[in-house]
């Protein structure tokens, strides 16, 4: 067992290499020599990003893994700790897009530091087994979330255009983002998480002090080197002026409300997955290695990192085309484990060993492609956020585009029980060709644009 997820390891590793030295070789400052010469600022202002972003996802990170193990250890049962879990995406669903108009209006070096403090206190909570702390807890972190997931962005693309660098050198900070802060440092945090709590007296708590001690650093980062840019730069706007101001965004832009509906699909069935791969694998609860699968995932995330970097890197293939296929790719990934779980619930996915049997294997893998397209889409989505998403509202309309989602997730938590593994699976395969067929009408959208056209010329008449 170990040998053929270390084979697995070592391959990806590899294509991870072997991507991103692709992803130098052309496009982005560093493709040519003079192009590095003339940038060293923005390597300076990328190197600076990646060391911020990396840090706070690593606070995150680190919590992850021990949050239900944490709770449970408190002595609270499943519908217990279903509740907090809930809390928690309810509040991002509440605050978060409050959270996300007050960082356009107050400022997003401001919102950054506002997620190292409630993060931070929600860590700090996680120290008593009282059920009210806990829940105060889960609701700061619900807020962080939505903060993390928005703020950080926002920050990077105002910063990025206000020092008038090149629109096309976004799309390098972006894979690298998703390449280290969701891939290396979630293998790293895991590993150092893992350690924390076998080496320490405090146990599952451990994880949660050193989530503090980074996003403390990453903190200080930020009022060191970090300067402040808004959305609403003259600071004339109310709060619900900025918020209604993002609704009519929305509603008079036909790509960002496209954009709107193709993130929540996507998210939704990430998250789904999250919650569903382990009793895809084990169905019947048969012991099977979490950490080394875990890893593996987060490798195929990097592979597909990297290759988002490549694709974003030429002008050839557009982020509006090659994602059609992402999502149908995605789809099909989800849909076979659905259908595996489906007719194959009663056998073994694995020994007393933890040895996969070959229908486990074939879900590992198809969940394996899955992590990769969700590597390709968390660089391309931002690139298209860039593009498309107005720069004085934009930290709200990500919120906003989070609503949906943190309502899906609340409504499977709450009904968790209902349904099968295989029906959420399925569930998820049809979300995610929803997401392709709105990849498509953006696409055409674009290319209209392009041509001159009207979108329904292109639609009706194929121009």
């Known amino acids: 067992m170990e040998g053929y997820y270390m084979l697995l390891f070592l391959l990806f590793a590899a294509a991870c290499g072997y991507f991103e030295t692709l992803g130098k070789k052309k496009g982005g400052p560093g493709g040519t020599s003079s192009a590095s010469s003339s940038s060293a600022a923005f390597q300076a202002f990328k190197n600076n990003y990646l060391l911020v972003y990396s840090l706070m996802m690593a606070g995150d990170w680190l919590q992850g893994p021990y949050v239900y193990a944490l709770y449970q250890s408190y002595g609270y049962d499943r519908g217990d700790i279903g509740k907090l879990f809930i809390a928690g995406f309810g509040s991002s669903l509440v605050f978060g897009t409050i959270a996300g108009t007050l960082v356009d209006k107050h400022g997003r070096r401001f919102g950054a530091m506002m997620y190292v403090v409630t993060y931070a206190l929600s860590c700090v909570t996680k120290h008593w087994s009282n059920y009210g702390v806990l829940m105060v807890g889960r609701l700061l972190g619900g807020v962080a979330t939505s903060l993390l997931f928005s703020t950080f962005e926002s920050w990077l693309v105002g910063e990025h255009f206000k020092r008038g660098y090149e629109d096309s050198w976004l799309s390098e900070i972006f894979s690298k983002a998703v390449f280290l802060g969701n891939g290396l440092t979630a293998i790293a945090s895991g590993l150092l998480g893992n350690v924390l709590v076998d080496s320490f007296s405090e146990g599952k708590v451990a994880p949660f002090d050193a989530a503090i001690v980074v996003l403390t650093i990453g903190g200080g980062v930020i009022i060191c080197t970090w300067t402040e840019n808004y959305g609403d730069s003259q600071g004339k706007k109310s709060v619900m002026e900025t918020f209604n101001a993002a609704l009519g965004e929305i509603k008079k832009d036909r790509k960002v409300l496209l954009l709107g509906i193709i993130q929540p699909l996507f998210e939704a069935s990430m998250y789904t997955f999250v919650f569903m791969w382990t009793p895809a694998i084990s169905p019947n609860d048969e012991p099977i290695p979490h950490g080394v699968i875990f890893a593996v995932f987060m490798l195929a995330s990097m592979v597909g990192s990297s290759i988002a970097g490549k694709l974003l890197s030429e002008d050839k293939v557009p982020v509006e085309s090659y994602m059609q296929y992402v999502f ?18 009663s056998e073994q996915a694995a020994d007393s060993e933890g040895l996969l049997s070959f229908t486990g294997q074939i879900v590992v893998f198809a969940f394996c492609v899955f992590e990769a397209c969700v590597g390709l889409f968390w660089p391309s989505i931002m ?81």
């Not at 029906?423 to 049809?430: A, E, F, H, I, P």
């Open 383 to 463: 690139k298209m956020r860039s593009a498309y998403v107005p720069e004085e509202s934009r930290a709200t309309i990500i919120n906003i585009f989070r609503i949906p989602l943190n309502l899906f997730v609340c409504t499977v938590l709450y009904n968790v029980s209902l349904f099968s593994t295989a029906t959420y699976l399925g569930m998820c395969s049809v979300f995610l060709v929803l997401a392709a067929y709105c990849q498509l009408a953006l696409h055409r959208m674009v290319q209209a644009d392009k041509a001159g056209y009207t979108y329904d010329e292109v639609k009706n008449e194929n121009v």
């Open 328 to 345: 149908v790719v995605a789809a099909m990934s989800l849909f076979v484990p659905s259908i595996i779980s489906h007719t194959s619930l």
